[in-house]
């Protein structure tokens, strides 16, 4: 049979500050210096010069004044008040004890939560702004070869992506260095596309990725010479680390004499680029 009547009132336990008589009878009770309203007059034990006192025959209570059935002089003594069993008041829980399921769904508002930098799994995160946890795919770009660039065969050169589609932050030069310099620290993947030419038999044809100039992740094309130079698209991609500052990436490529042509319609040599994990 499931319970009858009102529920039973839970909570905590609280002996109220010290009163100092002043020959009067009402007081105001108060918790940790803050007005205190109990349940009800029968939530007391009030001890008057060792005398447990009688609720409402003793005494009474309006919100947080307490009022007794007489005066009390200067020289009665307030012993101790105590408050019991406050609805829904369960006090500081221990250390430790509070679950998941014990919170309710949609509880924790943004009110409540600290408005600044946390770190979730190696990411930053900004709590009351907007960012998005993990962080967004930026800075990110799109370039190709908008003019026709001339590459001598032997030598490593570096492919001017002088087109761009989208350029999010600023971060490619599609000018004069022909570089992407990301401006937040993280990893990127980067991948890039070239066309050309290969003009002897067996001859092979490279693209790399350079880091602050210097050679770092590359991949060789090989197309059979037949009776005429043999045009062969060479493809590189990979993650690469950026400390958004100084580092820079550009594109280079190695392979006999050939033209990169303009193809701002086909997009048969272009190069680009996003942050996929911050710092």
């Avoid at 967004?136 to 001598?152: E, K």
Wanted: proline fraction near 3%.
């Amino acid at each position: 049979m499931s319970y009858i009547g009102r529920s039973p009132q839970i909570g905590a336990y609280s002996k109220l500050d010290a009163i100092t008589t002043d020959g009067s009878a009402s007081y105001t009770m108060q918790l940790n210096s803050g007005n205190f309203v109990p349940e009800s007059v029968n939530h007391l034990i009030v001890s008057v010069n060792g005398v447990i006192q009688a609720p409402t025959d003793s005494f009474t209570v309006s919100g947080s004044t307490i009022t007794f059935a007489s005066s009390l002089s200067v020289s009665d003594t307030i012993d101790f008040i105590m408050a019991l069993g406050n609805v829904l008041d369960i006090g500081v829980p221990s250390d430790a004890t509070i679950s998941t399921a014990k919170i309710q769904d949609s509880a924790v508002t943004n009110a409540k939560l600290q408005n600044s930098s946390i770190t979730l799994n190696g990411s930053a995160v900004s709590l009351g702004g907007s960012a998005t946890v993990g962080g967004a795919n930026t800075p990110s770009f799109f370039a190709w070869v908008d003019t026709d660039q001339s590459i001598s065969g032997g030598s490593n050169t570096k492919v001017q992506f002088d087109g761009e589609l989208y350029d999010s932050d600023n971060c490619y030069d599609n000018t004069s260095t022909y570089r992407f310099t990301p401006t937040e620290a993280g990893k990127y993947f980067l991948f890039a596309q070239v066309y050309f030419a290969i003009s002897s038999t067996g001859s092979e044809g490279s693209i790399r990725i350079y880091k602050n100039g210097t050679s770092g992740l590359q991949y060789f094309a090989r197309s059979t010479y037949v009776g005429g130079p043999a045009t062969q698209t060479a493809n590189i991609q990979g993650i690469v680390d950026a400390n958004g500052t100084s580092d820079y990436f550009e594109i280079y490529i190695e392979c006999s004499s050939s033209t990169l042509k303009d193809d701002t319609n086909q997009y048969r040599n272009w190069f680009g680029g996003y942050k996929i994990i911050g710092a």
